[in-house]
């Protein structure tokens, strides 16, 4: 299969690309426009193979979109590309309506005239996947877990972007009859992740130093999922998952925040025998509380363990540890990552 992967130099869409090529005899046509997050860097192992290639596109030029379905033909679409940081769409929501709601809406279009020019045939096999999160759920109380009938009730302007991305899937698959799948995941960790985000961020602070900023008292709640188990699911769902339908996945790990920082500064402390900065708790600081911020996610992966036959092979323990020795080893490619775009300041308090 020739699939397009729209968001393929990020953190998540690199480490499908790298599945796909690696793993599978598909053949990939990587779109995406190289944002602040974007790094072609994480392509390296693939990038030279014969079944990979790289179109610079961003998802809400319609025209440029409209010339990679003509020149390559996909078979199928998994499209990742979005503005994925709760705290900058704080800052700034209107990055995320373009790229998550418009860049969706065009990509929905341009999919949907590929496949109605496609032969019968082609037309049946034509998959359009989209990969969202389970943060349009809303928060979780202390108990129960988000299944794919839970009503959506996002708090972000991020997840919100990422709802209505989610409502215009459905619509097009109802309305029109694209052939759409759309999974949902929780929080995501590994290697290339841009260090913005909790653990990355965590890590690379810890290593210079610097204060380890955990929001309000850090009680709130995640459910961790190493991005090689879900790049591993979604090429599951893209393969074997039904037209129309929602696969929820999860890792099966909740921790609270303040669980995940501590568990990362005593790895530090193990790997790093010899930095000044040990023991690395010292450095946990206490900061104010994101805006809006949902106190629990967790998830219910029954459905593509049991239709699909997919499970997680990481745990939480394993999956940190090869995580932080990952940044540990690769302290180049993070400060390359973030040079002139990001130094680990407090984002997401503009609101
Ligand atoms: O659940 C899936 C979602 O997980 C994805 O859809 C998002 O794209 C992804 O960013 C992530 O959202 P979160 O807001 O949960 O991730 P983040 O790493 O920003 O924060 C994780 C938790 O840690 C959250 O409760 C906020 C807290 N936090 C975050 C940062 C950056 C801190 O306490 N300190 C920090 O410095």
Partial sequence: MKILVTGGAGFIGSAVIRHLISETQHSVVNVDCLTYAGNLSTLDQVSSNPRYVFEKVNICDSVAVQNVFEQHRPDAVMHLAAESHVDRSIDG???????????????????R???QSLPFQQQGAFRFHHISTDEVY????????????????????YSASKAASDHLVRAWNRTYGLPTVLTNCSNNYGPFQYPEKLIPLTITSALAGKPLPVYGKGENIRD????DDHARALVVVLERGRIGETYNIGGNSERKNIDVVRTICALM??????SNHRPHEKLITFVKDRPGHDHRYAIDASKIRQ?????PAETFESGLKKTVHWYLANKEWCDQAVAG???????GLKG
């Fill in 93 to 111: 929501p209107s990055a995320f309506i373009q790229t998550n709601v418009v860049g969706t809406y065009i990509m929905l279009e341009a999919s």
């Fill in 113 to 115: 005239r590929h496949w």
């Fill in 138 to 157: 809303g928060s979780l109380g202390d108990e129960g877990l988000f299944t794919e009938q839970t009503p959506y009730d996002p708090s972000s302007p």
């Fill in 224 to 227: 961790w999922l190493y991005v």
């Fill in 269 to 274: 402390d193990e790997a790093n025998q010899d």
């Fill in 307 to 311: 239709d699909l036959g997919w499970s």
């Fill in 341 to 347: 775009r990001y130094s680990g300041e407090r984002l």
